[in-house]
């Protein structure tokens, strides 16, 4: 069997959840047969491209220089005129849209197609509909699709669109109205694409074999009557710190892992620290927060807080894994599932989580962590992890055994294998 996987980014090194998930994806692919991977040389900021690891039926790997972001003043027209959201015509995909045609064109046969995200899917079927494309070779075999929606991105920006404006503590009535006006602004543009990502997301459906997305709940929420689930996952450390009836230091300390310029993780902190923080810390004076993720600049102003440390992209995560009593998922925004709570789950870390940051992965309050949304409520809930050594040991132990059941790895890229072997043998039948 042969397989493309196109991707929106270079996957390799894995240093984000979107990364992760499509490096663990080709690694299911080739377990069911010989994969090709072509992608856009995204790096993300601070980690040096690598070249590909060793993949079982990993072969060819084409990367591609990404192009310019259309400038708005370009796309806006293209966006009041149309029906795409604007996200699908700010990017331009034609060098990676070339080079899918090209392959599909010649070459041994694809026998699946699996894209990851509508962000590769959809510049490949607007191309497919001139001329060019209808013309190709009939005797050439028509390749199953499969779509990775990951996110649900109507979803998204409905949840988004509910947050109010963030405004950095002690700043003037000028920076408030600039903030304000850029608020809602994008509000307003969101409300439109909400609509049109839920369109593209049907319409995309109803072309391709499977869409798959990351939670039974997702399905429902889809749609999609062909929407299938592989859910994320996390690997399994080497070691863990089982032992949390102590503090793993002398100062009680909470972790934040996540990028900061991605909005739910940034909105996420910025909230923590206004809201939560000083709760915390009028129980428990000592209580540390520590935040790890890249463009730290964005949140500058919670480094210069009572109780906050900014560090940024660190070396090695796995000091921090290992000092923290208590990880934090303050996620307001946002779809899909989160892959801090499960690295939390697997490091067999006592959680604290909102309700949206724990969507579509099977914790239960106070079995598996614990789960609060009002900022009152999620700062007793640190305080109490902090506090009391026997609540710490029996949910990170609970959590610790939900993972190995349901979410390491190597268990999802068993069941995806099977997946693919299976649309492809329907197909040919």
């Known amino acids: 069997m042969r397989i493309l996987m196109v991707a929106q980014m270079y996957p390799w090194p894995p240093v984000d959840g979107y990364r992760q998930r499509l490096s663990h994806m080709i690694s299911a692919l080739g377990q069911a047969g010989e994969v090709e991977l072509i992608s856009v040389d995204r790096h993300s900021i601070g980690a040096e491209r690598v070249e590909p690891p060793a993949v079982t039926g990993l072969g060819k790997v084409s990367t591609l220089t990404p192009g310019p972001e259309t400038p708005m003043r370009d796309w806006l027209r293209l966006w009041v005129m149309g029906d795409p959201p604007r996200r699908l015509i700010a990017v331009d995909s034609y060098e990676l849209t070339e080079a899918v045609l090209r392959r599909l064109e010649s070459g041994p046969d694809i026998d699946l197609v699996f894209y990851s995200l509508l962000d590769t899917w959809w510049p490949v079927h607007e191309a497919m509909k001139n001329s060019r494309t209808a013309t190709r070779s009939n005797d050439r075999i028509r390749p199953v699709e499969v779509v990775d929606f990951n996110d649900l991105e109507n979803l998204s920006l409905k949840l988004r669109r509910r947050n109010p404006p963030r405004f950095t503590p002690g700043s003037g009535p000028i920076a408030h109205l600039r903030v304000l006006s850029r608020w809602a602004i994008s509000r307003?543009?969101?409300?439109?694409?909400?609509?049109?990502?839920?369109?593209?997301?049907?319409?995309?459906?109803?072309?391709?074999?499977?869409?798959?997305?990351?939670?039974?709940?997702?399905?429902?929420?889809?749609?999609?009557?062909?929407?299938?689930?592989?859910?994320?996952?996390?690997?399994?450390?080497?070691r863990i710190m089982t032992d949390r009836m102590a503090l793993q230091t002398a100062t009680p300390t909470m972790l934040f892992v996540g990028a900061l310029d991605y909005e739910p993780n940034s909105d996420a902190?910025?909230?923590?620290?206004?809201?939560?923080?000083?709760?915390?810390?009028?129980?428990?004076?000592?209580?540390?927060?520590?935040?790890?993720?890249?463009?730290?600049?964005?949140?500058?102003?919670?480094?210069?807080?009572?109780?906050?440390?900014?560090?940024?992209?660190?070396?090695?995560?796995?000091?921090?894994?290992?000092?923290?009593?208590?990880?934090?998922?303050p996620i307001r925004v946002g779809a899909g599932t989160r892959l801090k709570v499960l690295e939390a789950l697997a490091h067999c870390i006592p959680l604290v989580t909102t309700s949206i940051g724990s969507e579509g992965i099977a914790v239960q309050h106070n079995i598996d962590a614990l789960v609060a949304d009002s900022a009152g409520e999620f700062a007793a809930a640190c305080i109490s992890l902090l506090s009391e050594g026997e609540l710490r040991q029996r949910l990170s132990q609970a959590g610790a055994e939900l993972f190995r059941r349901q979410y390491e790895w190597s268990r999802i890229e068993a069941d995806l294998a099977s997946k693919v072997t299976s649309w492809v043998e329907q197909a040919q039948a």
């Open 269 to 329: 902190v910025e909230w923590f620290v206004r809201e939560v923080m000083p709760q915390i810390l009028a129980k428990v004076p000592a209580a540390r927060l520590r935040i790890v993720g890249r463009n730290p600049e964005r949140v500058s102003w919670v480094g210069s807080q009572p109780g906050v440390d900014l560090l940024g992209l660190v070396d090695d995560l796995a000091p921090e894994l290992d000092s923290a009593d208590v990880s934090i998922v």
């Open 188 to 238: 307003g543009f969101d409300l439109i694409d909400e609509r049109r990502w839920d369109a593209v997301q049907r319409d995309c459906a109803a072309q391709v074999a499977a869409v798959v997305v990351c939670s039974e709940l997702d399905i429902e929420r889809s749609g999609c009557t062909n929407a299938v689930v592989v859910g994320n996952g996390a690997q399994a450390p080497e």
